[in-house]
């Protein structure tokens, strides 16, 4: 199995977000990404619009069903009433849950399933009614206990937070602990039934062993490295790095 590549736009929609001006254009990186391979698109739209905003998620939703009805739209966000609203009247393939702060600059942690499972069973079971797969951001390091509270609030698959491995790209031996870790909660995971998607500071670098830990990953939603070497190799030139460094 080799995981699909879904490129968040987010980094691309705060650039333009720096002026009144429409580049660059979220949906215009979004088809040349689609174009080069990418098989999906993801986006975070926070409540203060500092990246993606409400008016691209229709705009995404329309580029995906016009030419590349292949492709998946990723929506992930803190699931207020809002949030669930504006999905609801996407579809997109998927829903990706984070538990974030509405302050925070970008997630930097996974849900707390024990702790959090009275509250996410019904939304999780709203999404699903509408016909949405949903994902649930995780911990690195989740235990049994809490992978087995996810499959239990009804998620499909739950997303391995890879920050703390991303950050080890200076110490290969901490990258190899954080590593061991994802690798172990990615078993559990399959093991309770979920498939496991993951993000966060994924690099060309870092995507290869990553890949080798956990063979069965289904999906990675990278923005912010893709849309630095994008800078450099352009989207396309870069979506095809990353695919490569997946194995495909």
Same mark, same amino acid.
Request: aromatic share 6%; hydrophobic share 40%.
């Given at each position: ?29 979004g088809?040349i990404?689609?174009q080069?391979?990418a ?8 409540p203060?619009?500092?990246h ?5 998620v ?8 016009d030419? #590349? ?18 999905v609801?009247?996407?579809?997109p393939e ?7 702060d509405?302050?925070q600059p970008?997630?930097d942690?996974?849900?707390? #399933?024990l702790?959090d ?6 939304i999780?079971?709203r999404?699903k009614?509408?016909g949405m ?11 049994e206990?809490?992978?087995?509270a ?5 998620a499909?698959?739950?997303?391995l ?7 080890c ?17 990615a ?22 062993p990553?890949?080798?830990?956990i063979?069965?990953?289904a999906?990675?939603?990278i923005?912010h490295?893709?849309?630095?070497d ?9 979506v095809?790095? #990353? ?6």
């Amino acid at each position: 199995m080799q995981a699909k590549l879904s490129v968040n736009l987010n980094a691309i929609a705060m650039l333009r977000n720096r002026r009144d001006l429409p580049w660059p254009s979220v949906t215009g990186l979004g088809r040349i990404a689609l174009q080069a391979g990418a098989h999906g698109l993801t986006v975070h739209p926070r409540p203060d619009e500092r990246h993606v905003r409400r008016a691209d998620v229709p705009a995404l939703r329309a580029l995906i069903d016009d030419e #590349f009805p292949q492709a998946e739209f990723n929506i992930e966000g803190y699931p207020t009433e809002d949030f669930l609203k504006l999905v609801e009247a996407a579809q997109p393939e998927q829903v990706t849950l984070v538990p974030d702060d509405p302050a925070q600059p970008t997630s930097d942690h996974g849900w707390d #399933f024990l702790a959090d499972r009275e509250m996410l069973v019904p939304i999780v079971r709203r999404l699903k009614k509408g016909g949405m797969r949903v994902s649930l951001f995780a911990e690195p390091d989740a235990s049994e206990a809490q992978v087995a509270a996810a499959k239990a609030i009804g998620a499909d698959r739950i997303e391995l937070y890879t920050g703390p491995y991303g950050a080890c790209y200076e110490d290969s031996a901490r990258a190899g602990k954080e590593l061991e870790k994802l690798g172990k909660t990615a078993a559990r995971a399959r093991a309770a039934g979920l498939e496991v998607n993951a993000g966060h500071d994924l690099t060309v670098a870092n995507l290869p062993p990553l890949t080798k830990a956990i063979p069965q990953l289904a999906e990675v939603s990278i923005g912010h490295a893709l849309t630095a070497d994008a800078l450099e190799y352009g989207m396309a030139g870069t979506v095809q790095r #990353f695919l490569k460094a997946l194995g495909r």
